[in-house]
């Protein structure tokens, strides 16, 4: 666990943010497997290794521009539109720790939510893990005019809890992550990334867990004193 020259400031965080791919479940295979099966169905190969990490962190429309180009996108839209995602479910792997710091979390009564570029697959693949009960909120793609790396997401969270930029922790493993938290000026916690500007740096959902409980200790002393 690594912080940074930002710090918490003293003011209690009440909401914790998620993204999906990348912090809640490792989903690389999967989404290079449906990204396969669409190039596949246009004759056009397969991801190519330096395009992996660009899809990983995109919408599903961007990363299609970005692999089939503008021209054929409306295409490899409607072949995507035609692919169930929840076959490729087997393919994600739950990151270890997390069913337990959701559960640790809502016990201490912080509100919950999910920021994902995902779309029509957001809620299901939640189900499939069984995560969906934990979160108060989850916003994916389609509920907001603009996708990360634009703050959308964020602003959207921040307004339906009511709360103040200070008050959420964003978690998230991208570059578009930290522009979306940037945005909108909420504390930012890399999971797994150390080379991505941030707040604090953590390489588990046990670290997490540790750095929450000690902050809580901190706000907890200092409202006492």
């Known amino acids: 666990m690594r912080r940074d020259s ?4 003293t003011s209690r965080f009440s909401v914790i943010v998620f993204d999906c791919d990348g912090v809640l479940f490792d989903s690389r295979e999967a ?3 449906f990204y396969n099966c669409i190039l596949s169905n246009m004759g056009l190969g397969s ?7 660009v899809v990983h962190m995109l919408s599903v ?11 054929k996108l409306g295409e490899a839209l409607a072949i995507a539109r035609t692919i169930d995602f929840g076959l490729f479910n087997s393919y994600l792997k739950l990151e270890p720790g997390l069913k337990e710091c959701l559960t640790f979390l809502k016990a201490s009564q912080y509100r919950l939510a999910v920021a994902t570029n995902r779309t029509t697959s957001t809620h299901e693949v939640l189900k499939h893990f069984g995560l969906h009960p934990f979160f108060d909120l989850i916003v994916c793609a389609l509920d907001v005019p603009r996708p990360k790396p634009h703050s959308d997401m964020l602003e959207h969270v921040i307004k339906y809890f009511g709360v103040e930029p200070h008050q959420v922790v964003y978690v998230g ?9 940037k945005g909108c000026g909420v504390f930012f ?16 959902f046990y670290e997490f867990m540790e750095w929450i409980d000690s902050s809580r200790v901190l706000q907890s002393s200092s409202q006492s004193s």
Do not use: M, T, W
């Not at 991801?47 to 990490?53: A, G, L, R, T």
């Not at 429309?61 to 021209?71: A, D, I, K």
């Open 6 to 9: 930002l710090q918490p400031r």
């Open 31 to 33: 989404n290079v497997l």
């Open 47 to 53: 991801v190519k290794p330096d395009q992996i990490e």
């Open 61 to 71: 429309r961007e990363s299609l521009e970005f692999l089939v180009g503008r021209e």
């Open 173 to 181: 493993d991208s570059i578009v992550d930290v522009e979306c938290a």
């Open 189 to 204: 916690v890399a999971y797994k990334n150390p080379h991505l500007e941030a707040n604090l740096h953590v390489r588990s």
